[in-house]
């Protein structure tokens, strides 16, 4: 007998999906999410007073169309919103279980829910104005903005930026002083990324070309920043102030029409040229990092500087680029400080703010949009701190003053979920 070998019969191509990815489960951000919801349950709902209401205008006084006040009962409203946001938690724990994706929304989601949750308790028996409440959120929030999109900029090519508070503080004396000398607002407003830049090239030359380490030396940017302004504030500025430090500020410029718009009109569109400014930024930053060949080289160079190289990028040019862009768009949030608000520098006025434009830049996941989202969460706590004192909160002063910096700690250490920073963020490319 012989044996006869028979070949395998051909096999019909099997079209083949995407590959699965498989997403790594951390129960860390539905802890924080279940715990933080109980506490608007058990403290914001079942806490608050029984019989009481809370009053929020929607309109301004100059406005054409009025609309009418919103009274909601406290006790039932804030049980309301600590459900929603107990609803939230319970999706992303399904997620989690099920080792699927969780979009960032869903914190967005929760944080408005607990924001609106914590608002209604701490207003009990008052009213206050729910359009200058967003609009001065915004207003707070356009320097983290700036910061965060600096850093941005930075991180996405691979460089670590920890300096964006010494950028901040540059933008801010140098706006200063230049629209001081110059006596005019926008010559003073061009200076503040101009000195954002100057440390930006600091960053760029230590970090890239000798390759220091980039944690520390942000550290050490930061504390030449706060020196060297503290010095010539004290040497300068403080005593011949009316010739350095009488900047002026820029006030709002409503937009016709579109400022009628009933409770956004208002925040949106009356507001200085600051905020504008960063409306600007925020879309084309966008656009260009996710849109653009140029956005695609630089998203390369982060992830995977090796292959960007092989491709024929030049690794450090495109660095040495992102980090002078991203030390000018810093700056340029300083002159917010000066120019923007205050209308003078003050010794140290950012007061750490910096920082928390480096915790919305990780809560945006490196995103100029979920930069905005993340900078606009710390702002409303910024400006809900200061109302809530002026309306006489029986909530501690201290702890209004902690305020934002509680919100930074709980949005990137659970709210926000799991994180990746870009792949060679942090790390030298020898060529």
């Known amino acids: 007998m012989s044996a006869t070998a028979t070949a395998p019969a051909p096999q019909a191509d099997v079209p083949q999906g995407p590959p699965v990815v498989a997403v790594r489960r951390s129960w860390r951000q539905p802890v924080v999410l279940w715990v933080m919801g109980l506490l608007a349950l058990l403290g914001f709902g ?10 929020f205008r929607l309109s301004v006084e100059s406005q054409l169309v009025q609309l009418p006040s919103v009274v909601v009962p406290t006790q039932l409203t804030a049980l309301l919103l600590a459900v929603l946001g107990l609803g939230v938690a319970g999706v992303v724990t399904w997620l989690v279980a099920t080792r699927r994706p969780v979009s960032t929304w869903w914190s967005v989601a929760f944080g408005v829910s607990f924001a609106l949750a914590f608002l209604v308790w701490a207003i009990a028996d008052n009213e206050i104005s729910f359009v200058s409440l967003l609009q001065g959120s915004l207003f707070l929030a356009t320097p983290l903005v700036f910061g965060a999109l600096g850093g941005v900029l930075c991180e996405r090519a691979g460089v670590i930026n920890i300096s964006i508070e010494g950028q901040l503080l540059a933008g801010a004396f140098a706006s200063a002083v230049v629209a001081s000398l110059t006596g005019n607002l926008y010559v003073g407003l061009l200076a503040a990324p101009v000195a954002g830049l100057f440390f930006g090239w600091l960053l760029a030359v230590f970090a890239i070309r000798y390759l220091v380490d980039q944690i520390v030396l942000g550290v050490v940017l930061n504390v030449l920043v706060l020196g060297l302004t503290s010095f010539l504030y004290g040497q300068v500025l403080v005593n011949n102030a009316d010739a350095w430090n009488q900047p002026g500020r820029f006030s709002r410029i409503p937009i016709p029409g579109l400022v009628e718009i009933p409770v956004l009109g208002p925040v949106l569109f009356n507001q200085s040229i600051i905020v504008y400014l960063m409306y600007v930024a925020v879309v084309v930053l966008h656009v260009m990092l996710f849109r653009s060949r ?20 030049d690794v450090n040019k495109v660095r040495y680029r992102n980090v002078l862009m991203g030390g000018a768009m810093a700056g340029l949030g300083g002159a917010f400080f000066t120019l923007g608000s205050v209308g003078a520098f003050g010794e ?33 706590a910024l400006n809900l701190a200061s109302i809530l004192s002026i309306i006489g909160t029986p909530i501690p002063l201290e702890f209004l003053l902690m305020a934002p910096y509680l919100v930074t700690i709980f949005a990137v250490a659970g709210v926000v979920g799991k994180v990746r920073a870009p792949a060679a963020d942090g790390v030298p490319y020898r060529s």
Request: charge should be positive.
């Open 46 to 55: 079942l806490g608050s007073p029984a019989g009481t209401t809370s009053g």
């Open 294 to 313: 140029w956005g695609l080289r630089v998203r390369a160079v982060g992830e995977h500087p090796k292959a960007a190289d092989t491709a024929g990028i």
């Open 348 to 380: 140290e006025m950012t007061a750490g703010q910096g920082f928390i434009a480096l915790a919305a830049l990780i809560f945006g996941r490196w995103s100029p949009v979920g930069a905005l989202v993340a900078a606009l969460l710390f702002g409303f």
